[in-house]
């Protein structure tokens, strides 16, 4: 469904208007392409509180090039790790201040914390300050640029993270606090192809978010499986099949699914994306169990039962990554969809219990994407006035399409983001709700 808004929104009538009138201002966003692969001009790196020289390096292989000073910066990076008090956080309004109106059109932000020190109150006073700081610019700075926060330790784990933020994979999120852990990273040996010769399950990946997950994991050099229903899988060939991969037609709520995968791929797995998704929406009142039990089955019993058993039999392998399909409904809540924002939570809780323990016990990372409003078949269907309302109600002011939240999900699978772990990004925008 084409976001007419949007389009207006870019004309000299529309700009006019919308200035006029105050209404949403969505700037058409950059994103990835072949032809364009990075964000155009320069890279700002700031510092507030004493520097660190272990960022400067990692910055340099982002592909942005922080000598050029030619332009409109294309991203700032303001490093405040080594804020520790509220005097501290005048560095912060110091550095960014001057330069958040220079900053380019669909460019990024990000600021760097540290984690919260525990024995320190007055340290995790300046550092959690700087998570309603990132919040509140990100509402604020328009013009499609993007503000995050990242708790870092040493910026060489984080480096997979700054490459995804600083680039245009990262256009629809916004307003996120990603925690990045110490674990050193493994290098993967094809930049362009960091998942050559690995293997990526993907639920639901017939049509929609899954079918644009599928082609991003086999762009990156993923043998990619695309997992449907069996009455969907005729579309399931045909997207195996564009993608150089194989079809594998499977009901996932069946009670042996996780077997059944196992013995489809005997060489095993290394990604596993939990994508499939259902909603059956209703007011509790009026929902009847028939509409309950399968959205909790689909959407978070399978995800259980198929993790349990694929991690059991080893056929995840080690080094290997799970990315679950959480959703904004299951943070912020939604009328009508009590079911669907059961499952959706259940999933952020799967997510934060077992990381740490998959990865000290198997080697395999486990997060979550939370899409927001995505432009998807699932979208198209919501009544137009609720269909507006969810494209405007975030910092970008118009929704997302399924190649963001496939990048994101490239960016945790890939091989050199083991730090990242047990976190739940959102693929939103900065939606309002929830937030
Ligand atoms: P979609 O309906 O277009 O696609 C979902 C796919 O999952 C379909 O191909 C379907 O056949 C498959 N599927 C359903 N039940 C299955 C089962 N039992 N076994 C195997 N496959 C099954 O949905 P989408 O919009 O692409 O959403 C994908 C995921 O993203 C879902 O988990 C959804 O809840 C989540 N999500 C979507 C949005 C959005 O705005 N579209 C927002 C938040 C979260």
Redesign the pocket.
Known sequence: MADRYLSFAGTAPGRFLTRRLGLPRPAPLRRWSPERPGLDGGLLHLTAGPSAPDLAPVLARTGLDPDDTTGRPAAVVLDARGVRDVEGLAGVHAALHPVVRSVATSGRIVVLGAPLDAGDHHQAAAQQALEGFTRSLGKEVGRGITVNLVRLTGAPAAESTLRFLLSPKSAYVSGQVIEVGTHEPAVPDDGDRPLAGRTALV?????????AVAETLARDGARVVV???P??EQ?ARRVAERLGGTALP????AADAGARIADALPDGIDVLVH?????RDRRLVNMPAERWTPVL???LA?VLRTTDALLAAGTLKRGGRIVA?????GIAGNAGQTN?GAS?AGVTGLVRSLAPRALAEHGVTVNAV??????????AAVPLFIREAGRRMNSLAQ?GL?AD?AETTAWLAHPASTAVNGQVVRVCGQSLLGA
Request: aromatic share 4%.
């Open positions: 639920t639901g990946a017939a049509r929609g978010i899954g079918e997992l449907d229903v009455q969907a579309d499977l009901d996932i709520t994508n499939a998704g259902i909603t089955e689909v959407n399978s399909t959480a959703s904004i409904a669907y959706k939370a899409p927001g409003f995505i432009e998807t078949r699932m979208t929704g399924p939240v």
